[in-house]
T-cell receptor, first 111, second 118 residues
């Protein structure tokens, strides 16, 4: 079945470090891919998305490119801030509202 | 805008009792709300899709009689865990889809409710 696999956390970085959170997927159709972020005490928020192969989603300095050949959608940011500390979820959806999530990766950024 | 709240945020109950969790869209109307469950270090798993004024659609393997969902208005959906047992302890998250959107990325999520059954 359709699924999402993302790297286990926590990911611990110093401020201004480069961030990569890996995400790969398995899907029977042509999924849309998403990254959601959950800040402490808040609900999940859509961070970025890509709807077809080679699309790049970007927001708040974060980027992810839809790679069909490697079935991946890795999240990157060139210089993280303390305020980026949160849990990041990779997800996919095929045609419907149903979202299939990865397990989430906690990012901790220290000054 | 687009805030979804859940109440309570945290609840402890005794085995055999029932617990109701509320999900409200505070500044928009939602014909569709979703209920997810998350175990520690595991993915959010969709439990059911709740449609205003009609019966909820449950995912395979989710017991309809145990997890009662009511979507009585365009701003409120409730999940009742009946005859709760320790294995029902989990983090329950709802999301709401604004009217007529019908796209995955327009779901707005609540902050979640942690249920602990003793």
């Amino acid at each position: 079945g359709d699924s999402v696999t993302q790297m286990e956390g926590p990911v611990t970085l110093s401020e201004e470090a480069f961030l990569t959170i890996n995400c790969t997927y398995t899907a029977t159709g042509y999924p849309s891919l998403f990254w959601y972020v959950q800040y402490p005490g808040e609900g999940l928020q859509l961070l970025l998305k890509a709807t077809k192969a080679d699309d790049k989603g970007s927001n708040k300095g974060f980027e992810a490119t839809y790679r069909k050949e490697t079935t991946s959608f890795h999240l990157e940011k060139g210089s993280v801030q303390v305020s980026d500390s949160a849990v990041y979820f990779c997800a996919l959806s095929i045609n419907t509202d149903k979202l299939i999530f990865g397990t989430g990766t906690r990012l901790q950024v220290f000054p | 805008g687009a805030v979804v709240s859940q109440h309570p945020s945290w609840v402890i109950c005794k085995s055999g009792t029932s617990v109701k969790i509320e999900c409200r869209s505070l500044d928009f109307q939602a014909t569709t709300m979703f209920w997810y469950r998350q175990f520690p270090k595991q993915s959010l798993m969709l439990m059911a899709t709740s449609n205003e004024g009609s019966k909820a659609t449950y995912e395979q393997g989710v017991e309809k009689d145990k997890f009662l969902i009511n979507h009585a208005s365009l701003t409120l959906s409730t999940l009742t865990v009946t005859s709760a047992h320790p294995e029902d302890s989990s983090f329950y998250i709802c999301s709401a889809d604004p009217m007529g959107q019908g796209a995955s990325d327009t779901q707005y999520f609540g902050p979640g409710t942690r249920l602990t059954v003793l």
